[in-house]
């Protein structure tokens, strides 16, 4: 495997609507699922007689089910926000999604950043900034540093330095194309929180890339917006700031990595 643990968790359902949460890596295949599913439900039939479907619903209420491929992996992050994956009986035709789960399908998908947890964001930004970091070769920095043309080349170097630029997009995406002031003010406030908990997580990459999102000139020119946001957010933004200030070579950001233990994220 490409690491030791289990990085993702899939959810997969029977035709009953009953579900196990199954521990599966990136390269876990969708056959691996199916025996891991059957064991987890107590299916004592052979694998060869079940397969994996993934179940969609479309904003308008259109229902598709197809079975994966055996050897499909990366099962966690392909799935959409209205899908789920079935654990289905070959050779058996059999609605595993109805129109009133399909509504509620598409319902629960419908998710605003507001209805999310701070702290979870923070997570699963960590979790994804380092599943990259994780897999950047020495080679690549000096590469990058000295300019130079391997066959390597720098790939997850710059997997890794794009990151930055999307979720400081996502930032400034999110509180612009909010119309309503109060509403703005409480995105700004959820992204601070999530920036806290970056910076907790030791996941710098992620607190930086926020902070410059809030720090854009598209979101700090919303006075108005920005008066709203409680002063105590006011002051914890600006700390935040100021571990990202460029002065002295970066001294305050070197001294909180210094003065920290392993693993961390970087920016």
Same mark, same amino acid.
């Given at each position: 495997r490409g690491t030791d643990y289990p990085e993702h968790v899939l959810k997969v359902y029977k035709a009953d609507q009953t579900c196990k949460y199954l521990?599966?890596?990136?390269?876990? &295949?969708?056959?691996? #699922?199916?025996?891991?599913?059957? /064991?987890?439900?107590?299916?004592?039939?052979?694998?060869?007689?079940?397969?994996?479907?993934?179940?969609?619903?479309?904003?308008?209420?259109?229902?598709?089910?197809?079975?994966?491929?055996? /050897?499909? /992996?990366?099962?966690?992050?392909?799935?959409?926000?209205?899908?789920?994956?079935?654990?289905?009986?070959?050779?058996? !035709?059999?609605?595993?999604?109805?129109?009133?789960?399909?509504?509620?399908?598409?319902?629960?998908?419908? #998710?605003?950043?507001? +209805?999310?947890?701070?702290?979870? #964001?923070?997570? /699963?930004? !960590?979790? @994804?900034?380092?599943?990259?970091?994780? @897999?950047?070769?020495?080679?690549?920095? #000096?590469?990058?540093?000295?300019?130079? !043309?391997?066959?390597?080349? &720098?790939?997850?170097?710059? +997997?890794?330095?794009?990151?930055?630029?999307?979720?400081m997009f996502w930032v400034v995406t999110e509180v612009c194309s909010e119309h309503n002031l109060v509403r703005r003010s409480k995105i700004i406030k959820q992204f601070i929180k999530v920036a806290r908990q970056c910076k907790e997580c030791k996941n710098f990459n992620s607190m930086f890339a926020i902070i410059s999102g809030l720090g854009h000139g598209a979101v700090s020119r919303l006075r108005l917006t920005w008066d709203k946001l409680p002063s105590k957010y006011q002051r914890l933004f600006q700390d935040l700031q100021q571990i990202m200030d460029p002065s002295r070579n970066m001294s305050k950001y070197r001294q909180l990595v210094n003065s920290g233990t392993p693993p961390i994220i970087p920016f």
């Open positions: 521990l599966v890596h990136k390269e876990t &295949t969708a056959h691996e #699922v199916v025996m891991l599913a059957l /064991q987890e439900f107590g299916i004592t039939e052979p694998s060869w007689h079940f397969s994996l479907c993934e179940v969609s619903v479309s904003e308008g209420g259109i229902i598709k089910q197809k079975r994966l491929p055996d /050897q499909l /992996q990366n099962l966690a992050e392909r799935i959409g926000l209205s899908s789920r994956y079935y654990l289905k009986t070959n050779g058996i !035709t059999e609605t595993l999604v109805g129109d009133d789960l399909a509504s509620e399908l598409v319902r629960e998908s419908n #998710v605003h950043f507001l +209805q999310l947890n701070a702290v979870e #964001v923070a997570i /699963q930004l !960590t979790l @994804q900034d380092f599943s990259i970091f994780r @897999q950047i070769e020495s080679t690549e920095y #000096v590469d990058e540093l000295f300019d130079l !043309t391997s066959r390597y080349g &720098t790939p997850m170097l710059s +997997q890794f330095a794009e990151l930055v630029n999307r979720e």
